[in-house]
Nanobody, 120 residues
Framework: QVRMVESGGGSVQAGGSLRLSCAAS????????MGWYRQAPGKQRELVAT???????NYADAVKDRFTISRDNAKNTVYLQMNSLKPEDTAVFYC??????????????WGQGTQVTVSS
């Protein structure tokens, strides 16, 4: 069983910054990829950014050049630095991990979500 614990959400004015963190713990042999997703009220959950164990990143067009994803493999932790925040970034942000468990199979785990609110 893998637990994902997020932190760093909150409220900020447009143009401000926030940094999200998410630490994975439990029966993990390796983490292949980690990422952030978000879900705004009345909308489907969407990808924000992902990062592989080798550091390759992928971003949604809406956040490119404003958000930066990074990870600390030794700590099984992923970060999301969010700059130049806009009201349309308001959402619940979820972290995600694709990991290899003790029996060698890849599984997926999600965090509980952290609220990000950007006011104009």
């Amino acid at each position: 069983q893998v637990r994902m614990v997020e932190s760093g959400g909150g409220s900020v004015q447009a143009g401000g910054s926030l940094r999200l963190s998410c630490a994975a713990s439990g029966s993990i042999r390796a983490i292949n990829a980690m990422g952030w997703y978000r879900q705004a009220p009345g909308k489907q959950r969407e990808l924000v950014a992902t990062i592989t164990s080798g550091g390759r990143t992928n971003y949604a067009d809406a956040v490119k050049d404003r958000f930066t994803i990074s990870r600390d493999n030794a700590k099984n932790t992923v970060y999301l630095q969010m700059n130049s925040l806009k009201p349309e970034d308001t959402a619940v942000f979820y972290c995600n991990a694709l990991f290899v468990g003790p029996f060698g199979y890849e599984s997926e785990s999600w965090g509980q979500g952290t609220q990000v609110t950007v006011s104009s």
